[in-house]
Protein backbone atom coordinates (compact mmCIF):
# COMPACT_ATOMS: atom_id res chain seq x y z
CA UNK A 1 0.00 0.00 0.00
CA UNK A 2 1.46 3.16 -1.29
CA UNK A 3 2.70 5.53 1.97
CA UNK A 4 0.06 8.10 1.48
CA UNK A 5 -2.59 6.24 0.67
CA UNK A 6 -5.64 7.79 1.89
CA UNK A 7 -9.15 6.51 2.85
CA UNK A 8 -11.67 8.07 -0.43
CA UNK A 9 -15.40 7.79 -0.08
CA UNK A 10 -16.77 8.03 -3.46
CA UNK A 11 -20.60 9.00 -3.94
CA UNK A 12 -22.34 7.69 -7.15
CA UNK A 13 -19.34 5.41 -7.78
CA UNK A 14 -21.46 2.30 -10.05
CA UNK A 15 -21.21 4.32 -13.42
CA UNK A 16 -19.57 6.72 -15.00
CA UNK A 17 -16.81 9.17 -13.47
CA UNK A 18 -17.45 7.91 -9.88
CA UNK A 19 -16.12 4.33 -11.49
CA UNK A 20 -13.83 5.87 -13.33
CA UNK A 21 -12.52 8.04 -10.28
CA UNK A 22 -12.59 4.39 -7.74
CA UNK A 23 -10.28 2.35 -10.58
CA UNK A 24 -7.81 5.29 -10.69
CA UNK A 25 -7.16 6.23 -7.12
CA UNK A 26 -7.38 2.31 -5.73
CA UNK A 27 -4.54 2.02 -8.58
CA UNK A 28 -2.37 4.82 -6.96
CA UNK A 29 -2.89 2.70 -3.81
CA UNK A 30 -5.50 4.74 -1.97
CA UNK A 31 -8.72 2.72 -0.15
CA UNK A 32 -11.80 3.03 -1.63
CA UNK A 33 -15.23 3.30 -0.30
CA UNK A 34 -18.15 3.53 -2.66
CA UNK A 35 -21.61 3.97 -2.62
CA UNK A 36 -24.54 4.33 -4.59
CA UNK A 37 -27.98 2.70 -4.96
CA UNK A 38 -26.55 -0.30 -7.36
CA UNK A 39 -25.16 -2.55 -5.18
CA UNK A 40 -24.65 -5.45 -7.75
CA UNK A 41 -22.30 -2.99 -9.76
CA UNK A 42 -20.22 -1.92 -6.50
CA UNK A 43 -19.70 -5.09 -5.28
CA UNK A 44 -18.42 -6.04 -9.03
CA UNK A 45 -16.15 -2.84 -9.32
CA UNK A 46 -15.14 -4.01 -5.62
CA UNK A 47 -14.04 -6.94 -6.78
CA UNK A 48 -12.11 -5.89 -9.86
CA UNK A 49 -9.91 -3.57 -7.67
CA UNK A 50 -9.29 -6.61 -5.45
CA UNK A 51 -8.50 -8.72 -7.94
CA UNK A 52 -5.62 -5.72 -9.17
CA UNK A 53 -4.60 -5.59 -5.85
CA UNK A 54 -6.56 -2.40 -4.84
CA UNK A 55 -8.17 -2.00 -1.17
CA UNK A 56 -12.13 -1.01 -1.44
CA UNK A 57 -15.60 -1.93 0.03
CA UNK A 58 -18.82 -0.61 -0.37
CA UNK A 59 -22.23 0.20 1.17
CA UNK A 60 -25.85 1.24 -0.75
CA UNK A 61 -26.39 4.65 -0.65
CA UNK A 62 -28.85 6.91 -1.81
CA UNK A 63 -27.42 10.44 -0.88
CA UNK A 64 -30.64 12.34 -1.06
CA UNK A 65 -31.05 10.33 2.43
CA UNK A 66 -29.32 11.85 5.29
CA UNK A 67 -29.13 9.49 7.72
CA UNK A 68 -27.90 6.98 4.94
CA UNK A 69 -25.37 9.14 3.90
CA UNK A 70 -24.17 9.38 8.17
CA UNK A 71 -24.03 5.93 7.96
CA UNK A 72 -22.45 5.85 4.88
CA UNK A 73 -19.62 7.30 6.30
CA UNK A 74 -19.55 6.16 9.54
CA UNK A 75 -19.25 2.75 8.08
CA UNK A 76 -16.48 4.03 5.81
CA UNK A 77 -14.53 5.38 9.01
CA UNK A 78 -15.28 1.92 10.85
CA UNK A 79 -13.66 -0.30 7.60
CA UNK A 80 -10.45 2.30 7.24
CA UNK A 81 -10.46 4.07 10.67
CA UNK A 82 -10.79 7.57 8.87
CA UNK A 83 -12.32 9.52 5.74
CA UNK A 84 -9.66 11.75 4.62
CA UNK A 85 -11.81 12.09 1.19
CA UNK A 86 -15.30 12.63 0.14
CA UNK A 87 -15.87 12.71 -3.09
CA UNK A 88 -19.35 13.98 -3.99
CA UNK A 89 -20.06 12.41 -7.23
CA UNK A 90 -23.65 11.30 -7.44
CA UNK A 91 -25.68 13.18 -9.81
CA UNK A 92 -28.77 13.48 -11.98
CA UNK A 93 -29.71 15.32 -15.15
CA UNK A 94 -33.03 14.98 -16.38
CA UNK A 95 -32.96 18.01 -18.99
CA UNK A 96 -35.67 19.61 -20.36
CA UNK A 97 -37.35 22.85 -20.99
CA UNK A 98 -38.89 24.97 -18.23
CA UNK A 99 -42.01 25.00 -20.18
CA UNK A 100 -42.06 21.50 -20.04
CA UNK A 101 -43.30 21.73 -16.61
CA UNK A 102 -41.14 18.31 -15.29
CA UNK A 103 -41.46 19.77 -11.99
CA UNK A 104 -40.85 15.97 -10.61
CA UNK A 105 -37.69 16.12 -12.31
CA UNK A 106 -36.58 19.72 -10.93
CA UNK A 107 -36.91 18.33 -7.47
CA UNK A 108 -34.66 15.12 -8.00
CA UNK A 109 -32.24 17.47 -9.69
CA UNK A 110 -32.30 19.47 -6.34
CA UNK A 111 -32.60 16.46 -4.47
CA UNK A 112 -29.52 14.87 -5.77
CA UNK A 113 -27.45 17.02 -6.87
CA UNK A 114 -28.12 19.80 -4.45
CA UNK A 115 -29.02 18.23 -1.28
CA UNK A 116 -26.44 15.36 -1.92
CA UNK A 117 -23.46 17.48 -1.62
CA UNK A 118 -24.99 19.24 1.44
CA UNK A 119 -25.59 15.56 3.27
CA UNK A 120 -22.25 14.57 2.24
CA UNK A 121 -20.63 17.45 3.97
CA UNK A 122 -22.71 17.32 7.10
CA UNK A 123 -22.10 13.72 7.49
CA UNK A 124 -17.98 13.93 6.38
CA UNK A 125 -17.32 17.59 7.90
CA UNK A 126 -17.43 16.65 12.06
CA UNK A 127 -15.51 13.68 11.06
CA UNK A 128 -12.32 15.73 9.36
CA UNK A 129 -12.80 18.24 11.94
CA UNK A 130 -12.19 15.55 14.57
CA UNK A 131 -9.71 14.33 12.84
CA UNK A 132 -7.84 17.78 12.08
CA UNK A 133 -7.76 16.92 8.26
CA UNK A 134 -9.87 16.50 5.12
CA UNK A 135 -10.38 16.94 1.77
CA UNK A 136 -13.97 17.46 -0.33
CA UNK A 137 -13.93 16.66 -4.16
CA UNK A 138 -17.15 18.51 -5.31
CA UNK A 139 -18.25 17.04 -8.87
CA UNK A 140 -19.74 19.98 -10.58
CA UNK A 141 -19.91 20.86 -14.37
CA UNK A 142 -19.23 23.73 -16.74
CA UNK A 143 -23.00 24.39 -16.42
CA UNK A 144 -21.68 25.77 -12.85
CA UNK A 145 -20.67 28.86 -15.27
CA UNK A 146 -22.87 28.83 -17.95
CA UNK A 147 -26.69 27.91 -18.65
CA UNK A 148 -27.80 26.22 -22.05
CA UNK A 149 -31.39 25.92 -22.81
CA UNK A 150 -32.88 22.90 -21.47
CA UNK A 151 -30.68 23.31 -18.85
CA UNK A 152 -31.84 26.12 -16.45
CA UNK A 153 -32.54 23.83 -13.61
CA UNK A 154 -29.40 21.77 -14.25
CA UNK A 155 -27.20 24.74 -14.42
CA UNK A 156 -29.04 25.94 -11.34
CA UNK A 157 -27.84 22.98 -9.36
CA UNK A 158 -24.21 22.87 -10.35
CA UNK A 159 -23.81 26.88 -9.78
CA UNK A 160 -25.07 25.51 -6.17
CA UNK A 161 -22.79 22.92 -5.75
CA UNK A 162 -19.88 26.17 -7.27
CA UNK A 163 -21.45 28.10 -4.15
CA UNK A 164 -21.42 25.56 -1.82
CA UNK A 165 -17.83 24.78 -2.25
CA UNK A 166 -16.97 28.26 -2.26
CA UNK A 167 -18.27 28.78 1.07
CA UNK A 168 -16.67 25.88 2.34
CA UNK A 169 -13.28 26.18 1.15
CA UNK A 170 -13.38 30.41 2.76
CA UNK A 171 -14.93 28.70 6.31
CA UNK A 172 -12.06 26.42 5.89
CA UNK A 173 -9.32 27.29 8.71
CA UNK A 174 -7.30 25.24 6.14
CA UNK A 175 -7.58 21.67 7.39
CA UNK A 176 -10.24 20.70 5.19
CA UNK A 177 -9.23 21.52 1.67
CA UNK A 178 -12.03 21.72 -1.09
CA UNK A 179 -11.41 20.99 -4.86
CA UNK A 180 -14.61 22.02 -7.15
CA UNK A 181 -13.98 19.91 -10.48
CA UNK A 182 -16.12 20.71 -13.54
CA UNK A 183 -16.30 18.66 -16.53
CA UNK A 184 -17.11 19.44 -19.88
CA UNK A 185 -19.17 16.98 -21.81
CA UNK A 186 -17.94 13.77 -20.60
CA UNK A 187 -18.79 9.87 -21.38
CA UNK A 188 -21.46 8.98 -19.04
CA UNK A 189 -25.31 7.47 -18.03
CA UNK A 190 -26.35 11.29 -16.99
CA UNK A 191 -28.00 11.89 -20.72
CA UNK A 192 -29.71 8.35 -20.20
CA UNK A 193 -32.11 10.17 -17.27
CA UNK A 194 -33.57 12.56 -20.25
CA UNK A 195 -37.25 11.81 -21.01
CA UNK A 196 -37.88 15.49 -23.02
CA UNK A 197 -37.64 14.59 -26.54
CA UNK A 198 -36.16 17.43 -27.67
CA UNK A 199 -33.52 17.51 -24.79
CA UNK A 200 -32.71 13.79 -25.90
CA UNK A 201 -32.14 14.95 -29.64
CA UNK A 202 -30.00 18.36 -28.35
CA UNK A 203 -28.03 16.00 -26.26
CA UNK A 204 -27.23 13.80 -28.98
CA UNK A 205 -24.88 16.20 -31.15
CA UNK A 206 -24.41 18.02 -27.69
CA UNK A 207 -21.83 14.41 -26.67
CA UNK A 208 -20.59 13.37 -30.06
CA UNK A 209 -17.38 14.78 -29.13
CA UNK A 210 -16.90 13.78 -25.01
CA UNK A 211 -14.21 12.94 -22.70
CA UNK A 212 -14.02 9.74 -21.08
CA UNK A 213 -14.64 9.34 -17.62
CA UNK A 214 -10.78 8.53 -17.15
CA UNK A 215 -10.16 12.40 -17.64
CA UNK A 216 -12.01 13.56 -14.70
CA UNK A 217 -10.56 10.90 -12.41
CA UNK A 218 -7.29 11.88 -13.51
CA UNK A 219 -8.02 15.52 -12.21
CA UNK A 220 -9.42 13.99 -9.67
CA UNK A 221 -6.06 12.13 -8.83
CA UNK A 222 -4.69 15.45 -9.28
CA UNK A 223 -5.77 17.33 -6.25
CA UNK A 224 -5.67 14.91 -4.32
CA UNK A 225 -1.18 14.11 -4.79
CA UNK A 226 -0.80 17.81 -3.44
CA UNK A 227 0.78 18.07 -0.37
CA UNK A 228 -1.10 19.55 2.48
CA UNK A 229 -0.35 23.31 2.40
CA UNK A 230 -1.63 23.31 -1.30
CA UNK A 231 -5.39 23.82 -2.11
CA UNK A 232 -6.46 22.97 -5.60
CA UNK A 233 -9.84 24.74 -5.67
CA UNK A 234 -11.30 24.81 -9.17
CA UNK A 235 -10.33 22.41 -12.08
CA UNK A 236 -12.59 23.05 -15.50
CA UNK A 237 -11.88 20.20 -17.92
CA UNK A 238 -13.04 19.65 -21.25
CA UNK A 239 -12.29 18.22 -24.89
CA UNK A 240 -9.93 19.95 -27.15
CA UNK A 241 -11.35 22.70 -29.31
CA UNK A 242 -14.56 21.95 -27.32
CA UNK A 243 -16.62 25.43 -27.00
CA UNK A 244 -18.69 23.52 -24.35
Sequence with gaps: MAQSSKAV?????????????????AADGHRVFLGARRV?????LA????????????RRLDVTDAMGMREFVAA????????????????????????????AEWDRMIDVN???????????????REQDGGHFVNIASVGA??????????????????????????ESDGTV???????GVTESELADSISDPQAREAMKAYRAVALPASAIADAIAYALSQP???????????????AQ
Design 177 to 183: RVSLVSP
Design 40 to 44: ARLER
Design 114 to 128: VRGVLNGIAAALPVM
Design 76 to 103: ARAEFGQVDVLVNNAGVMPLSPLAALKT
Design 9 to 25: LITGASSGIGEATARRL
Design 47 to 58: TDIAEADGVAAF
Design 145 to 170: YEVSPTAAVYCATKFAVRAISEGLRQ
Design 228 to 242: PQVDVNEIIVRPSGS
